[in-house]
Nanobody, 121 residues
Framework: QMQLVESGGGSVQAGGSLRLSCAAS????????MGWYRQAPGKQRELVAV???????NYADSVKGRFTISRDNARKMVYLQMVSLKPEDTAVYYC???????????????WGQGTQVTVSS
């Protein structure tokens, strides 16, 4: 089955930067859209950024101008470059991918286990 693994989280001071990475495994799947979500304690999981297979992107209003999502289709990787981090960015960040099984054409939505981002003031 396809698996997503996030990395790059950590603790930084306000104004700092982090780069999150997500690696997808599974050669029998064709990945379309990929994205990043985040969830803070006591809050709903929210969409941070999404990137389509063709490269078009969308961002949550709260991160526009500060976060950049990118992908490497050949390596099946998606990244989230975060700059000017704020305490309110503190959350567990999850990688998400929409894919299709190459043999059956069955659609699949996959989630990573998450990586913690903590921003202190």
């Amino acid at each position: 089955q396809m698996q997503l693994v996030e990395s790059g989280g950590g603790s930084v001071q306000a104004g700092g930067s982090l780069r999150l990475s997500c690696a997808a495994s599974g050669i029998i799947f064709s990945i379309s859209a990929m994205g990043w979500y985040r969830q803070a304690p006591g809050k709903q999981r929210e969409l941070v950024a999404v990137i389509a297979s063709g490269g078009s992107t969308n961002y949550a209003d709260s991160v526009k101008g500060r976060f950049t999502i990118s992908r490497d289709n050949a390596r099946k990787m998606v990244y989230l470059q975060m700059v000017s981090l704020k305490p309110e960015d503190t959350a567990v960040y999850y990688c998400n991918a929409h894919s299709t099984a190459l043999i059956t054409g069955k659609p699949l939505i996959s989630w990573g286990q998450g990586t913690q981002v903590t921003v202190s003031s």
